[in-house]
């Protein structure tokens, strides 16, 4: 058994299926993550207020601390 994937506050997720009113699909950003039940809670794309969102009806989409590392790498500059 694979372990459960762990959000970060930043991460884009997707729904991976229908919940909450949410369609499969629905892509978001988690604003805080809740270890104790397994849950984040998520900033759904057009939806006025966040939602509290089991990990398994999540996808991981872009981990957000990946693309500040590649910022700050491509401007660094070469050791002389």
């Known amino acids: 058994m694979e ?11 997707r729904t991976v299926r229908t919940t909450q009113g949410l369609a499969k699909g629905t892509y978001g950003t988690v604003v805080r993550v809740l270890a104790a039940p397994d849950c984040s809670d998520v900033d759904f794309d ?7 969102v089991y990990h398994r009806d999540l996808e991981l989409v872009e981990r ?11 401007g660094a500059s070469p050791a002389s």
């Open 3 to 13: 372990p459960r994937q762990r959000f970060q506050v930043g991460d884009r997720v």
């Open 46 to 52: 057009g939806y006025p207020w966040s939602r509290l």
């Open 64 to 74: 957000e601390h990946a693309v500040g590392q590649s910022a700050s790498s491509a």
